[in-house]
T-cell receptor, first 113, second 117 residues
Framework: AQKVTQAQTEISVVEKEDVTLDCVYETRDTTYYLFWYKQPPSGELVFLIRRNSFDEQNEISGRYSWNFQKSTSSFNFTITASQVVDSAVYFCALNHRTDKLIFGTGTRLQVFP | DTEVTQTPKHLVMGMTNKKSLKCEQHMGHRAMYWYKQKAKKPPELMFVYSYEKLSINESVPSRFSPECPNSSLLNLHLHALQPEDSALYLC????????????????FGDGTRLSIL
């Protein structure tokens, strides 16, 4: 069975702090894809990154970075120097040989000024 | 602004009404999706269309009826809804993959906030 676990329900930080959002996944297949989405209060889900199971390179995009470790089945997301605009719900998701995204339960990030 | 446009943004309807939600994309995507999202929960997949054909129906009640008139449009027809159907309804699209499924990122609209009285 495929499953995505985001153990952190809610995280609160003060602006300029670094914050890491955890994502642990379960799948028996060797080919799969992992995603992170951001959902601000306005409602739309914004695609942030896709990683396939054969590419374990970490990625950095501005203040965002992702750490993919197959050995621990984790795909963690770090925001450096957080800003109030980063406040949102963040979802990790798994796609495994279907058109169906398996979402985690989400982590609500609140960044206070 | 998102590239997937959903209308209306808000909808209030009675349990006996018939209404439709609309979704449009012009990114050339051939896979389109409907999701339902309750407060503080992740989106739940309802339907998937691939090349204008229904490929996944997640056992959704028949009071929800999807339609894909062409590759850019996706509708969700609503009839005799229940109060528990009140939710945010999200449309998404993605490039259809060369395999039978799409591993491409899904791009979401802003959603329609539906309230059933």
């Amino acid at each position: 069975a495929q499953k995505v676990t985001q153990a952190q329900t809610e995280i609160s930080v003060v602006e300029k702090e670094d914050v890491t959002l955890d994502c642990v996944y379960e799948t028996r297949d060797t080919t799969y894809y992992l995603f992170w989405y951001k959902q601000p209060p306005s409602g739309e889900l914004v695609f942030l990154i896709r990683r396939n199971s054969f590419d374990e390179q970490n990625e950095i995009s501005g203040r965002y970075s992702w750490n993919f470790q197959k050995s621990t089945s984790s795909f963690n997301f770090t925001i450096t120097a957080s800003q109030v605009v980063d406040s949102a719900v963040y979802f990790c998701a798994l796609n495994h040989r279907t058109d169906k995204l398996i979402f985690g339960t989400g982590t609500r990030l609140q960044v206070f000024p | 602004d998102t590239e997937v446009t959903q209308t209306p943004k808000h909808l209030v309807m009675g349990m006996t009404n018939k209404k439709s939600l609309k979704c449009e994309q012009h990114m050339g995507h051939r896979a389109m999706y409907w999701y339902k999202q309750k407060a503080k929960k992740p989106p739940e997949l309802m339907f998937v269309y691939s090349y204008e054909k229904l490929s996944i129906n997640e056992s959704v009640p028949s009071r929800f009826s999807p339609e894909c008139p062409n590759s850019s449009l996706l509708n969700l027809h609503l009839h005799a809804l229940q109060p528990e159907d009140s939710a945010l309804y999200l449309c998404a699209s993605s490039q259809a993959g060369t395999t039978p499924y799409s591993n491409q990122p899904q791009h979401f609209g802003d959603g329609t906030r539906l309230s059933i009285l």
